[in-house]
């Protein structure tokens, strides 16, 4: 999920979290779980990936979703942290 999520930093999740258009989520889709960046289109919603290499998923509905990105830090960089809510 780069440039936005780079290896190594620590996301938070939150379960009940509120899901809207350009939210970063955790979905499963396909029997695997996907991290990707929750867009509403006129014909639904859609999982799309940061990296132009994977495809979009398109939704039939927000079930899939599991929880939304609230916060993300590099470890030991308080101040490298990055709250999303």
Not at 6 to 27: K, N, T
Not at 75 to 83: E, N
Request: charged fraction near 25%; charge should be neutral.
């Amino acid at each position: 999920m780069e440039p936005e999520f780079l290896e190594g930093e620590i996301i938070l999740i939150e379960p009940e979290g509120l899901l809207r258009d350009g939210s970063f989520v955790l979905a499963q889709h396909a029997d695997e779980w996907i991290f990707r960046q929750l867009c509403q289109q006129p014909s639904g919603w859609t999982l799309r990936a940061l990296n132009p290499a994977f495809a979009d998923r398109s939704l039939p509905d927000l079930l899939a979703v599991r929880g939304v990105i609230i916060q993300k830090a590099l470890p030991g960089r308080r101040r490298a942290s990055k709250r999303y809510v």
